[in-house]
C-alpha cells in the first residue's frame, strides 16, 4: 500500500460543510453508517475475508492504484483471499472529513493508518492511505459499500 501525503489542515468553513450534511442524516441512517464503519474495523483487524465482503453491494467497484479494476462482490473477496499470511495489528479510519448525503447515498472520504506484518517474522509496516467511497442503503436500511477508490 502507498504511503499518501499528510492531509492539510481543514478550513473552518469546511469542516461546517461537513457537519450540516451529517446534520442531514435521520438517526436510523446515522447508526447504520456507524455500524458498517465499527464492522469495517472489527473485519480489517481479523482480516476475515467472509466479513471484509459482507461490507460490499453484489455489484461494487473498487479501484486502487497501479492495478485492474475489482468488479463486483467475488472479485473483491478474491482480493481478500490473498492476503492470507498478512496480520493486521492496527487499523485507524478516521471517518469525519466529509459525510454527504444524498438520498439513499453516503459520499465520503476518509484518511487510515494501518500497521501490518506481511509474512510469519517479518517487520512490521505502517501505511497511511485515503480512501473515496460510496456507500448505497439497502432495502432492509442497511448500508454497503458500493464504489471505493484509495491511495
Keep these: 500500500m502507498p504511503q499518501a501525503p499528510s492531509a492539510p489542515a481543514r478550513t473552518d468553513v469546511g469542516r461546517q460543510a461537513d457537519l450540516a450534511a451529517i446534520k ?3 438517526q436510523k441512517d446515522k ?34 492504484p497501479d492495478q485492474p479494476a475489482e468488479v463486483g462482490k467475488q472479485a473483491i473477496r478474491k482480493s481478500y483471499e490473498r492476503l492470507a499470511g ?46 473515496l467511497g460510496i456507500l448505497k442503503r439497502l432495502p432492509d436500511g442497511s448500508w454497503r459499500c458500493f464504489r471505493v477508490m484509495g491511495v
Design 31 to 64: 447508526a447504520a453508517i456507524e455500524k458498517i464503519h465499527q464492522q469495517d474495523i472489527a473485519a480489517t483487524l481479523a482480516l476475515d475475508p467472509v466479513a471484509l465482503t459482507d461490507l460490499w453491494t453484489e455489484d461494487a467497484v473498487r479501484l486502487g
Design 86 to 131: 498478512f496480520k493486521v495489528l492496527s487499523y485507524v479510519p478516521e471517518t469525519n472529513h466529509l459525510t454527504t448525503m444524498l438520498d439513499g447515498w453516503v459520499v465520503e472520504w476518509r484518511y487510515f493508518t494501518v500497521s501490518y506484518v506481511g509474512s510469519a517474522g517479518g517487520e512490521a509496516k505502517q501505511v497511511r492511505g485515503q480512501v
Design 24 to 26: 442531514k442524516l435521520n
